[in-house]
């Protein structure tokens, strides 16, 4: 079984660094790590393909200056090799022109049966990467898995919703959006950590794609950022001092909202 994981590298969450004030866009410009909620997309693929008793996990990205640091993590958790699409033209894609590279490099594989993508990513949190992506592949998509199984030509998923989940089956191949904590995402062994650096990473162009740089990048968008502003600090809450009547304020505190 072969299967395809869209992944993305994003600024480490923890030294996340800055917007730029010209482009009004995040800075990507350092060092990218996989984003973790792929990380759960890579370990179900892992284990699809271990259940089958065959086959591969490809990865696919698109990164700016050739970054491939996260997708060294994701390699050295398993996958096979990876596709990274990095070309200056795609710096300011929206969520659709994201959708179309990715959806060509995709189809750069041969044989996939599955695509696995995160519900959203960390750092953009549109959600609509992956309809569009089954979209333009005119693949059969489930979103929100928490739990995937093959059987033949078919996957079955348990869709999360707010009331439990749906069982949900399609023919392959299809394309599965996966909620974060459905799997424990293994750690790189160190051997895996060494074999990575040797897995194969194809690194492409707008251009060897076949598409335009019209198409995709600041060009193409069909949005614009007009305005950036810094979140408001947080105001310090009001502290009741139990004197007796502590419980008479809260209430009376909660009132004044509507909460009561």
Known sequence: MNVVVCVKQIPDPADPGAL??????????????LDESDSYGVEMALQLVTTAGGGE????????????????????MGAAKAILVSDDALAG????GTAKVLAKAI???????????????????????PEQIAGLLDLPSV?????????????????QTEAGYDDVECPLPALVSVTAGVV?????????????????????????LGLDASQ??????????????????REAGEVFEDDGTAAEKIVAFLDDLKVL
């Open 57 to 76: 996990v490809t990865l696919v990205s698109m990164a700016p200056n050739g970054e491939v640091s996260g997708l060294r993590t994701a390699l050295a």
């Open 184 to 208: 424990e995402p293994r750690y790189p062994s160190f051997k895996g950590i060494m074999a990575a650096k040797s897995k194969p990473v194809d690194t492409l162009t707008v251009a060897d």
């Open 93 to 96: 894609s929206d969520a659709l």
């Open 107 to 129: 189809q750069r594989v041969e044989g996939a049966d599955l695509v696995l993508t995160a519900t959203e990513s960390s750092d953009g949190y549109t959600g609509t990467v």
């Open 216 to 233: 995709v990048g600041w060009a193409g968008a069909g949005q614009q950022i007009v305005s950036i502003t810094e979140a408001p600090a």
């Open 143 to 159: 979103t929100f898995a928490k739990s995937i199984s093959v059987e033949g030509s078919t996957v079955k998923i348990q869709r």
């Open 20 to 33: 730029d004030p010209t482009t009004k866009t995040l800075k990507r410009d350092g060092k990218l790590i």
